[in-house]
């Protein structure tokens, strides 16, 4: 554990923010050092701490989204026998194969609601409506995540490397993040939609 916080210090400083963002969560998900620290780091999430003052550059409403404090991540293993009752054929494609869905296709590319985009797969909430922009790509887009919630690893499926995502508590692929995004992070989550489900905020919840 001394060592995972040397690490981050480390990166804290030499690091932009938006490095650091990629830098830290492709650190989850590496290896057995990550395996190793799971349990620790899903029920503990210690590195949180470090992010309730909101680094300079990231906007208020999507930071202290990102910074909130969404519960515990339990991790979800399932057989893929279990998966494929469970999903229905789209979302198992997209979520345990790491398939594409077609763009321009899914509802939530218009979604301007206020509310929470969940993993399709476990109901981990991954995004809130004030991390999402239109990116024309026809995909649900976000320039921001909520902290400790996906975990990256390298894809070179397509001859050039990308940075795959998936929902840190059951697995299912998301999408890929890319440095194009817009400020403050500069960061381009894009999500397949049919890996997420909307829930909208309540009256009840809005202030
Ligand atoms: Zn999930």
């Given at each position: 554990m001394h060592r995972k916080k040397a690490d981050d210090e480390e990166k804290r400083e030499e690091?932009?923010?938006t490095a650091r963002h990629i830098a830290r969560r492709s650190f989850l998900a590496t290896g057995l050092l990550a395996l190793a620290a799971a349990p620790f780091l899903l029920k503990s999430r210690p590195s949180l701490s470090a992010q309730t003052s909101i680094p300079p550059g990231r906007t208020t409403a999507a930071a202290a989204d990102a910074a909130k404090d969404w519960g515990t991540i339990k991790e979800i293993r399932m057989s893929d026998e279990e998966w494929k009752k469970k999903l229905d054929p789209k979302a198992y494609d997209v979520l345990r194969c790491e398939g594409t869905e077609s763009p321009f296709t899914s509802p939530l590319n218009n979604e301007?609601?206020?509310?929470?985009?969940?993993?399709?797969?476990?109901?981990?909430p991954l995004f809130t409506s004030?991390?999402?922009f239109d990116s024309g790509t026809g995909w649900p887009s976000f320039y921001e995540v909520i902290d400790g919630h996906v975990q990256t690893k390298q894809d070179n499926k397509?001859?050039?490397?990308?940075t795959e995502y998936h929902c840190a508590q059951c697995?299912?692929?998301q999408g890929h993040v890319f440095n194009d995004g817009p400020a403050p992070t500069g960061l381009r989550y894009c999500n397949n939609g049919v890996a997420l489900r909307?829930?909208?905020e309540t009256d009840k919840e809005e202030k």
């Open positions: 690091k932009p923010v301007h609601r206020k509310g929470v985009f969940k993993c399709a797969g476990c109901g981990l004030s991390m999402k397509l001859y050039m490397a990308r697995g299912g692929h909307f829930e909208p």
